[in-house]
């Protein structure tokens, strides 16, 4: 079949395989607490919400399964996660779009076809990193557990590792009931937590750079200045935005100390990005927090990693195509690059795509729904971009809007990859061009 030699087709029917094998094990009888077995809708959510490493969930993951269930969950997310992350680098390197993991000059060749150096480069890169962060994580997380809060080891172990997967891909499903709320004022927590979501949603081309080159400019890719000055850059924004609106409300920042203000300012710039974790409720941000949670889970994080959203580089290309028409320029200009033409189309096309998405999905449930468009279009976007984050209506909703959810997690996880690297890819141009005429725009 065409489909299994294609990768452009094959990746997202391995991901949906994945899906289905996992609905149908969550729906034993033994992976629940009451021994009768999820529902499909409840097991086909909880599925693909772990397999697209989201974290939205319709029951506690902490009361509602059992050891079986949550030991599928992780081991979900974690396939989930390896196999996103090793796919959409790999799909970088066939597109040849500035996701090159060799040592290459600054204005590199493009390339068609993937290179089996390259492939092993990546899935050695990819093995390494996953062990080494998630250990090291797990580790920390255990030994704080049992030392601090009195865990036996059994138990602190399983959380450290549940919560050091999950953080390491991104998927934002916790082992507590409240997520890691009732730890909202412990830095030994929360800190590895958000490191670890922080390299992984910078991407596996950006560490092989850095890895390549240590922290030299000049010798970084387009895409790696990209990628880490804008992280930086959104980081700084969403923590000065989130300490200034919740910083004297009552129901999230207001009654910590100035410490405890700032970890939890830190902490939820970081996971509206592509996490999905919550040490304060969410469903109590004001108006003006949640905004930028829109902004931030919609940018997203970095390409070729676990970060879900339209990704940075998307974002950023607009930002410069945009200048470069106020500024009246010809070519759009990054660090001292000029864009091509079609790596201006896929970020157009993308970000279209995306919204397009968000906005028919929005509309639908607050047509069947009575719920406030606040609350669903945060929803949406943090179905979409593959975030997690919820300000608590998901258990509420019906199984079509459930379904319609479930959807938006699949296509903002393998949708946008495949997306991206066919239109880089492309197809053999036409023999003939249509004569040129300009409608009025603005």
């Known amino acids: 079949m065409r489909a299994f030699s294609d990768p452009v087709r094959l990746i997202p029917l391995l991901f949906a395989a994945a899906i289905l094998v996992g609905a149908g094990l969550l729906m034993l009888p033994f992976a629940t607490v009451d021994g009768r077995g999820a529902s499909g809708v409840t097991a086909f959510f909880t599925s693909t919400s772990a397999v697209s490493v989201t974290g939205l969930i319709v029951v506690d993951t902490a009361t509602y399964w059992t050891a079986f269930g949550k030991g599928v969950i992780l081991l979900l ?15 970088g390197l066939m597109a040849g779009r500035g996701f090159g993991l060799r040592e290459r000059i600054a204005t590199s060749v493009e390339r068609s076809r993937l290179e089996v150096g390259d492939a092993r480069s990546v899935l050695a890169l990819v093995f390494k990193v996953t062990l080494t962060v998630e250990g090291v994580v797990a580790l920390i997380l255990t030994l704080r557990f049992m030392l601090a809060y009195d865990f036996p080891f059994e138990q602190a172990l399983w959380h450290g590792v549940f919560h050091s997967v999950s953080a ?4 934002g499903f916790s082992s507590f009931s409240d997520s890691v709320m009732s730890y909202q004022k412990d ?26 080159h240590g922290f030299s400019w000049r010798a970084w890719t387009l895409h790696s200045k990209i990628t880490l000055t804008t992280t930086v850059a959104l980081l700084l924004v969403g923590f000065v935005a989130i300490a200034a609106k919740e910083w004297t409300n009552p129901a999230t920042l207001g009654p910590m100390g100035t410490s405890a203000k700032l970890l939890n300012a830190a902490f939820h710039s970081v996971m509206p990005r592509t996490a999905g974790f919550n040490s304060l409720d ?7 927090t949640l905004l930028m949670n829109y902004v931030l889970m919609f940018i997203g994080g970095g390409s070729a990693g676990t970060a879900g959203g339209i990704k940075i580089t998307t974002f950023v290309v607009l930002l410069a195509v945009v200048a470069s028409e106020i500024g009246g320029r010809r070519d759009a200009e990054i660090f001292g690059r000029r864009l091509g033409y079609g790596v201006e189309r896929q970020a157009l096309t993308v970000t279209v795509a995306a919204s397009v998405l968000i906005m028919l999905a929005s509309m639908y449930i607050l ?19 593959t975030v997690g ?10 199984p ?20 991206a690297t066919a239109l880089a890819l492309g197809g053999e141009p036409r023999p003939f061009r249509y004569p040129e005429e300009d409608p009025i725009v603005g």
């Open 168 to 171: 390491f891909n991104n998927a």
């Open 389 to 398: 984050l919820s300000t608590g209506i998901t258990a509420k909703l019906p």
């Open 187 to 212: 830095s030994v927590i929360l800190v590895p937590i958000m490191l670890s979501v922080i390299i992984t949603a910078l991407g596996f081309p950006v560490m092989q750079d850095v890895r390549h």
């Open 282 to 288: 969410v469903g109590a941000f004001r108006g003006e």
């Open 77 to 91: 997310f974690q396939v989930g996660g390896f196999g996103i992350m090793t796919a959409a680098t790999l799909f």
């Open 400 to 419: 079509t809007a459930l379904g319609v959810l479930a959807f938006l997690m699949f296509v903002g996880r393998v949708g946008t990859i495949t997306v």
């Open 367 to 385: 047509a069947i729904t009575r719920l406030p468009m606040e609350d669903v279009l945060f929803e949406t976007i943090s179905a979409f971009s």
